[in-house]
């Protein structure tokens, strides 16, 4: 998988709507690894934490944040609500391959700490206590996007009700679904 900026690099805060303590905003950490973005992005999370919103960061490239430095990219994350890794970004971050030594280093950066883990699963720590919720079964044609999904899954719960339990098993579901098709959007149904 190639990585690509795309959007995320044209974030403007000041064309945020406005936000309030119902809404979330989700960002993927591209948008950090370039020096206008990532200011913008910067003030984005500020007035959305000033809101009282949500806020979300998915790691998004263990190589970029190798390249930008694990201690500038953990200042840039500190203070949001939830942060999305994957394993391999979980352990470049923390050198860690015991994820959930990982995640307990983490909780320092984010009040949620949610880790995909593939076929294993993902887990979340919130307030020292892991929740797990085990991969679902699929026919796994092609895995790209299936983070992405699992995030949007989850996020989508969570506009609904902060339950961790339930943002973990629909996060798990709409990963399945999209890992069992070609393509990183499944089809509307």
Request: include cysteine.
């Amino acid at each position: 998988m190639f990585p690509y900026k795309g959007a995320n690099v044209d974030i403007k805060a000041d064309l945020l709507p406005a936000l309030s303590a119902n809404d979330i905003l989700y960002i993927a950490s591209y948008s950090l690894f370039a020096e206008g973005s990532r200011i913008e992005t910067l003030k984005a999370l500020s007035v959305a934490r000033s809101a009282g919103a949500t806020t979300a960061i998915d790691a998004a490239s263990s190589a970029l944040i190798r390249k930008y430095g694990i201690p500038e990219f953990l200042s840039w994350i500190k203070g949001c609500d939830i942060l999305f890794l994957n394993r391999d970004e979980a352990e470049a971050i923390t050198e860690s391959s015991d994820l959930h030594s990982a995640a307990t280093q983490l909780s320092q950066y984010a009040n949620y700490v949610v880790i995909k883990d593939g076929a294993q699963g993902s887990f979340a720590l919130h307030e020292g206590r892991v929740h797990h919720q085990q991969a679902l079964p699929a026919n796994v044609i092609d895995t790209t996007g299936a983070g992405d999904a699992y995030a949007g899954g989850f996020l989508a719960h969570w506009s609904l009700t902060p339950d961790l339990e339930g943002c973990l098993r629909t996060g798990a579901e709409v990963a399945s679904r999209a890992i069992s098709q070609v393509g990183a959007r499944p089809p509307r149904s």
